[in-house]
């Protein structure tokens, strides 16, 4: 089935590609309904200070959410019979089957109707909204005094599975699986997280996520990384040896 991708929505890392509509058979089915806010700006508010916003470690340090941490949010989630999809960079390391780099966030997809019990248990282990001017109703982070942050995204299908509201995940971008530790979870598809790390300018964790993806899955590198490609003579600079 080919796809054809339009124009971004605020998500993760401020844009990513959406689903736009279905070619083939089903290419009369209009678009998805999309909620669009402001575009962002990441600030805090006047009053606050780094170390006074949830989410920022004591001391001022990076935030930063460990494999154990991302565990046992998962399982809190289970135990509440709450189905969640794991998306960025815990995605990349779930599907490689080991952790390559810290994570300054969970960036999690669930469906909208459990968004208020989300809140409700991560408020009850001390997670707060963090003020971020691009948070709306269907993507808001939430942290905690121990510098840990979850990135929600959440979503809504019809009975046909048609998206009709939130971030509009593809359904079948929310078919992945993998590993935390040794830990069985799901996560976002080899191809769609490849997909959803093109759209926005680009670092060099991109590069790595997506190059080890590409390699691991037999995928293609996106034309968008070109500029990050090395030639041998140049591959210490980077790190890579």
């Not at 001022?60 to 991302?70: K, N, Q």
């Not at 009850?124 to 942050?149: E, H, L, T, Y």
């Not at 048609?162 to 069985?184: C, D, F, M, N, W």
């Not at 996520?209 to 691991?216: E, G, N, P, T």
């Amino acid at each position: 089935m080919s796809i054809d991708f339009g124009a971004g929505i605020p998500g993760r890392k401020g844009l990513f590609p959406v689903f736009v509509k279905y070619l083939g058979a089903a290419s009369t089915m209009a678009p998805a309904k999309v909620i669009t806010p402001t575009p962002h700006v990441h600030a805090l508010p006047k009053e606050a200070t780094a170390t006074e916003t949830p989410g920022n470690s004591p001391q001022g340090s990076p935030p930063e959410i460990t494999a154990g941490d991302v565990i046992e949010i998962i399982q809190l989630f289970e135990q509440n019979h709450i189905e969640l999809c794991i998306d960025g960079g815990w995605a990349v390391d779930a599907l490689l089957g080991g952790q390559t780099r810290t994570h300054a966030d969970l960036d999690i997809a669930v469906q909208h109707k459990d968004v208020p019990q989300i809140r409700t248990l991560l408020e009850a282990k001390g997670f707060r909204d963090i003020p971020r001017d691009d948070s709306w109703d269907c993507n808001f982070v939430m942290g905690d005094d121990r510098g840990r942050q979850v990135d929600i995204h959440s979503y809504t299908y019809d009975s046909a599975g048609k998206h009709v509201y939130g971030v509009a995940y593809p359904l079948e971008s929310l078919t992945g699986t993998g590993r935390i530790q040794g830990y069985p979870v799901r996560c976002i598809s080899p191809e769609w997280l490849v997909q959803f790390h093109t759209g926005y300018p680009l670092d060099e964790n991109d590069y790595r996520d997506v190059k080890a993806l590409c390699q691991r899955f037999g995928l293609a590198l996106p034309a968008e990384y070109a500029p990050f490609v090395t030639t041998p003579d140049t591959r210490h600079l980077r790190g890579e040896e």
